[in-house]
């Protein structure tokens, strides 16, 4: 069955710093993933998506990879601040379903001022 | 990008009983999903709700636990019948971003069960 694991439950970092938040995947070649933001008492809100062709895509301070070799995605915050501190999710479609998508655990990150 | 909202925002209830949970979109969606989130874990997808035929329930996930209603193409309700202390969880709902893949989520509903 698919499978998706992030790097670490936890990461602190210190602001101004770049944050790398790790995305692996076994058992399956998504055709997409995507990156999502979770703050306490909310729903995950969309951030980022990155197609299978795509080896990097930037926005703001974000920058996503995705190395279908290594069957892999990097998350990076660059010049990190303390309202970046959350919960980081990656996703990728169900096999078969365009729509649907199977989570990560989730990688909580806490920017130190 | 659609605004959703979900009621209650979150409920304490009894062993055996059962709460609906209602998500309220701000425009027509065909697809609407229905999720659930352990205390500290991810988010797992319980269902798919479409309009106007049953809802399609994942591996692990049964009607009669999680019924779900999908009365118009802005409204879906999600029933957690017959409660014990492990469905304490947070409730979310979700639609698709139309053309796109990505999906908006509402705020969830933080249930726990005694």
């Known amino acids: 069955s698919q499978k998706i694991e992030q790097n670490s439950e936890a990461l602190n970092i210190q602001e101004g710093k770049t944050a790398t938040l790790t995305c692996n995947y076994t058992n399956y070649s998504p055709a997409y993933l995507q990156w999502y933001r979770q703050d306490p008492g909310r729903g995950p809100v969309f951030l980022l998506l990155i197609r299978e062709n795509e080896k990097e895509k930037r926005k703001e301070r974000l920058k996503v990879t995705f190395d279908t070799t290594l069957k892999q995605s990097l998350f990076h915050i660059t010049a990190s601040q303390p309202a970046d501190s959350a919960t980081y999710l990656c996703?990728?479609?169900?096999?078969?379903?365009?729509?649907?998508?199977?989570f990560g655990s989730g990688t909580q990150l806490t920017v130190l001022p | 990008s659609a605004v959703i909202s979900q009621k209650p925002s979150r409920d304490i209830c009894q062993r055996g009983t059962s709460l609906t949970i209602q998500c309220q979109v701000d425009s027509q969606v065909t697809m609407m999903f229905w999720y659930r989130q352990q205390p500290g874990q991810s988010l797992t997808l319980i269902a798919t709700a479409n309009q106007g035929s049953e809802a399609t329930y994942e591996s692990g996930f049964v009607i009669d636990k999680f019924p779900i209603s999908r009365p118009n193409l802005t409204f879906s309700t999600l029933t957690v019948s017959n409660m014990s202390p492990e469905d304490s969880s947070i409730y979310l709902c979700s639609v698709p971003r139309t053309g796109f893949n990505e999906q908006f989520f509402g705020p969830g509903t933080r249930l726990t069960v005694l």
């Open positions: 996703a990728f479609p169900f096999s078969g379903s365009a729509r649907q998508l199977t």
